[in-house]
């Protein structure tokens, strides 16, 4: 069975960083692209960022260009994502989703609040 | 980047039903095109890919066609566990850009 399962998420103040984890199991991580997908509270969804199988490409939003950045590590079969600098519409929940062509598995979301 | 636009932001149906959600998209996308259900407090579920293709495990009520710039989204007759919310998401070309949702809600 596919699992997905992420951590790491919190409240943090605007400026600050978390580091989210997204640890996989039942599949070959190291064959599939991976994604992070955001969801502000009431709000829709929106792709955040994409990794490739080995690694070596990565795409990002316009607005997380530069603060946020996507990992993985495929001998742990955990996917990251690094937030830095993080504002308070950063505030969502986070999902980590697997794609073959798109998405067909999601995690069940770890939620980062940024507030003072 | 490309603009995903879903009609009609709500509907309101009965049980028994036939719904149609239309997906517009700002230029085409061959048929790169995507459908999800999201119930509340849940992850989202893949119901259609490459526009008209049926994931494994969802019910043959559902449906997908379009190619292009216009998608719809069949329900031929909506059960109860179909209230959700629904979104189209395009994967033509990163970045990947979802529609706003359509929320059906009981009549």
């Known amino acids: 069975e596919v699992q997905l399962v992420e951590s790491g998420g919190g409240l943090v103040q605007p400026g600050g960083s978390l580091r989210l984890s997204c640890a996989a199991s039942g599949f070959i991580f190291s064959s599939y692209w991976m994604h992070w997908v955001r969801q502000a509270p009431g709000k829709g969804l929106v792709w955040v960022s994409s990794i490739n199988s080995a690694g070596s490409s990565t795409s990002y939003v316009d607005s997380v260009k530069g603060r946020f950045t996507i990992s993985r590590d495929n001998a742990k079969n955990t996917l990251y994502l690094q937030t830095n600098s993080l504002r308070t519409e950063d505030t969502a929940v986070y999902y980590c989703?697997?794609?073959?062509?798109?998405?067909?598995?999601w995690g069940q979301g770890t939620l980062v609040t940024v507030s003072s | 980047d490309i603009q995903m636009t879903q009609s009609p932001s709500t509907l309101s149906a009965s049980v028994g039903d036939r719904v149609t959600i239309t997906c517009r998209a700002s230029q085409s996308i061959s048929s790169w095109l995507a459908w999800y259900q999201q119930k509340p407090g849940k992850a989202p579920k893949l119901l259609i890919y490459?526009?008209?293709s049926l994931e494994s495990g969802v019910p043959s009520r559902f449906s997908g066609s379009g190619s292009g710039t216009e998608f719809t989204l069949t329900i031929s007759s909506l059960q109860p566990d179909d209230f959700a919310t629904y979104y189209c998401?395009?994967?033509?070309?990163?970045?990947?850009?979802f529609g706003q949702g359509t929320k059906v809600e009981i009549k």
């Open positions: 998401q395009q994967y033509n070309s990163f970045s990947w850009t």
């Open positions: 989703a697997r794609a073959v062509g798109t998405i067909d598995y």
């Open positions: 490459k526009a008209s």
